[in-house]
């Protein structure tokens, strides 16, 4: 499984346990993200992430496999949730294993910076009765317009 979408919880533990025993490659790194209990304006209750799930697998397939080229990687798994979920519930994983350090941490923070700002989810936070949808932060851009910025120094 390279790619998983689902609205059921994911145990970002058993995953990275379960990529490790099949890659037991040189390099191995993980990411977990969680909801967080706060915003900008304060506290969050919950979170509903939406998604058209068809173009989310299809872009998240395409993300791995670009990572995978473009960073030489032996192995790479992308796990993504949606639906309600409540503050520390984990929201996505990424694994990616390589010859070397280097590209495996190159190529995981390469998958969440373009995912944050790529990927079909919509997210709704609410705290109380008020429900307000996410956009995209000014520093989630550039964080994912700095890679671009390295294919042209190559």
């Known amino acids: 499984m390279l790619v ?22 040189a ?14 304006a304060g506290q969050v209750d919950s979170l ?9 697998t299809r872009v998240l397939t395409d993300l791995g496999n670009g990572a995978a080229q473009r960073f030489g990687l032996r192995a790479w798994q992308i796990v ?5 979920l409540q503050p520390s519930d984990p929201i996505v994983f990424v694994a990616t294993s390589a010859d070397h350090r280097g590209e495996a ?3 995981c923070e390469f998958v969440m910076d ?18 307000q949808w996410v956009t995209v932060k000014d520093i989630d851009k550039d964080r994912r317009d700095r890679w671009s910025e390295k294919d042209s120094d190559q």
């Open 4 to 25: 998983h979408v689902t609205d059921r919880a994911i145990d970002p533990g058993n995953l990275a346990a379960a990529f490790y025993r099949h890659h037991p490659d």
């Open 27 to 40: 390099a191995v790194t993980t990411f977990s993200g969680f909801v967080r209990d706060f915003n900008d």
């Open 48 to 56: 509903y992430l939406e998604c058209y799930l068809e173009m989310a």
């Open 80 to 84: 993504h949730r949606y639906g309600h």
């Open 105 to 107: 941490f190159a190529a």
């Open 114 to 131: 373009t995912l944050k700002t790529d990927a079909p989810f919509w997210k709704r936070e609410h705290y109380g009765e008020i429900g």
